[in-house]
């Protein structure tokens, strides 16, 4: 079983930073993709951001520029700083891992969420 926690939401004002967390807990071979997807009730789910074990990134081109996602595989831990915040930005943001359970078997797992908002 894996455990994925968040931390690090809150309120923000429009143009300032929030940096969130993902921690990943369990027994596993290892995490090979962690992600960021937020969602709003007029939008849905979607990817914000995404870091491969190897350290290759993609992001959605709403938040290029002034999103950052980085991970520490040592501390099976994944971060998204974010910059340049707008009331757009808001929503519950969820950390998604694809973790190596086994040899040839992967899961994806979730976190529970964390809600940012960006108000003035």
């Known amino acids: 079983q894996v455990q994925l926690v968040e931390s690090g939401g809150g309120l923000a004002q429009p143009g300032g930073s929030l940096s969130l967390s993902c921690a990943a807990s369990g027994t596993f071979l290892s995490i090979n993709v962690m992600s960021w997807y937020r969602e709003t009730p007029g939008k849905g789910r979607e990817l914000v951001a995404l870091i491969t074990q190897g350290g290759y990134t993609n992001y959605a081109d709403s938040v290029k520029g002034r999103f950052t996602i980085s991970r520490d595989n040592a501390k099976n831990t994944a971060y998204l700083q974010m910059n340049s915040l707008k009331p757009e930005d808001t929503a519950i943001y969820y950390c998604?891992?694809?973790?190596?359970?086994?040899?040839?078997?992967?899961?994806?797992?979730w976190g529970g969420g964390t809600l940012v908002t960006v108000s003035s």
């Open positions: 998604n891992a694809d973790v190596s359970i086994r040899v040839s078997e992967s899961l994806e797992y």
